[in-house]
């Protein structure tokens, strides 16, 4: 495909133009016009702070793809949004949401490891020309590039990559189902995170420990909300990049440590940087919860984190084009039948332990999303849930390899099975 240039390039214009975009949206979303009114009933304001950016990116106005600014959120805004929404968070009521969390993530890991074979297998018995390629240009190599992606991150993919074999083309090709489908599914948990309680009821969930962390929570914030002041904001932002910049000079140091001295290790992500960056960020603000930086909430942290956090969603949403659809519509038929099978194993799992929408929406993105997404959609439900999105994208780290690795398998034996 030729490289066309947007037609604003400048980041800072495409930064002011995000910010713009996410001003109008809160600006309208608390208007008592009836129109507004009616809109943001049915249309949840992070969904469009999300899917403006990406049309804008699909009609080429702006690009994703050659702007720094995801990479800016993801490294920076991220990080500082994670010390500053778990630094009012109770870790033991955290904590006693319960295994149901932890059984929606694996229900979703396997969702993705056998939703890519069962895709193949459904999608090739309509068009047999997706098992007809030869050597590196067999389909199950891309995608299982693509159940490394969806199960851990991008160095999950790579090492699928690196042990399947797919060619340049065919990879880049997967890159683009694997953004596309993911991005598109994260809108649909964004949706109906605003309206939760309809899915609840179809699942017969007791969601009655998350609406408990949230009272708490916010009865906490109530308790110590005071007027604020320069001082209180501008010790936020020291704690917030503070940490952030401690976690970044850490992660510099552990990540080349573990790749160089520990290759074995490598399976895990754990020679990752961003890995690093996210688990220590947390990590901080967990721990300055247990101090006094915990009355800072009073003082507006969650917000601050939450303002972060939307800035990162316009980002995300200037990484989808929906252009590419054209481009190989029968490899997107793929992407969408394995998240759909993905889909469907998980609500079977919900229905059957009654677990809450918000654990399958958090437990999907956790795999598909990973940890740059996966604490925008559990925020999405209340700030305070933001680190169990944090936990279970770590999580999806370390089995991304394993899990990439059997669905593989399974999809090069339903390949040859149908060549």
Not at 187 to 204: H, N, S, T, V
Request: proline share 4%.
């Amino acid at each position: 495909m030729p490289n066309t240039q947007p037609f604003i390039q400048q980041d800072a214009v495409v930064f002011g133009l995000l910010m713009m975009i996410l001003g109008w949206v809160f600006t309208t979303s608390n208007s008592k016009h009836s129109f507004w009114k009616k809109l943001y009933t049915w249309v949840p304001p992070i969904l469009l702070c999300y899917f403006i950016p990406a049309l804008l990116n699909s009609t080429g106005i702006i690009s994703g793809e050659q702007s720094g600014l995801y990479k800016i959120s993801s490294r920076y805004l991220l990080p500082a949004s994670l010390v500053l929404l778990t630094l009012s968070i109770d870790l033991k009521a955290l904590l006693r949401l319960g295994p149901k969390a932890l059984v929606m993530f694996l229900a979703g890991t396997l969702g993705i490891m056998l939703g890519g074979p069962l895709a193949l297998l459904t999608v090739g018995k309509i068009f047999p020309s997706l098992m007809q390629g030869t050597g590196d240009q067999e389909v199950w190599r891309g995608l299982a590039t693509v159940a490394g992606s969806w199960i851990g991150g991008g160095a999950n993919q790579t090492a699928m990559l690196e042990v399947f074999g797919a060619s340049k083309a065919l990879f880049s090709q997967m890159i683009a189902v694997d953004v596309l489908v993911g991005n598109v599914w994260m809108a649909f948990l964004l949706y109906w995170a605003g309206k939760p309680q309809i899915i609840d009821r179809f699942l017969k969930a007791d969601s009655s420990a998350i609406h408990e962390l949230q009272k708490k929570v916010e009865l906490y914030q109530q308790s110590i909300k005071r007027e604020r002041n320069l001082a209180d904001w501008m010790l936020l932002l020291a704690i917030a990049f503070g940490i952030t910049g401690v976690s970044h000079f850490l992660a510099d140091i552990v990540a080349p440590f573990i790749g160089n001295n520990y290759p074995q290790l490598k399976q895990y992500s754990l020679d990752s940087t961003f890995f690093w960056i996210v688990v220590l960020a947390t990590t901080g603000g967990l721990i300055a919860s247990f101090t006094k930086a915990r009355s800072l909430e009073g003082a507006g942290a969650s917000t601050f984190g939450s303002l972060f956090l939307y800035v990162l969603v316009a980002t995300i949403g200037m990484q989808m084009d929906l252009k590419a659809l054209l481009h190989a519509p029968v490899l997107f038929l793929v992407g969408i039948v394995w998240m759909f099978f993905h889909i469907m194993i998980m609500l079977i799992v919900a229905k059957w332990i009654k677990a809450p929408f918000f654990y399958v929406a958090v437990g999907s993105q956790a795999n598909v999303g990973g940890a740059a997404s996966a604490p925008v959609v559990a925020s999405a439900f209340h700030p305070s849930l933001a680190p169990v999105g944090v936990l279970l994208a770590v999580l999806g780290y370390a089995l991304g390899t394993y899990g990439a690795y059997i669905s593989g398998l399974l999809m090069q034996w339903i390949f040859q099975l149908n060549h």
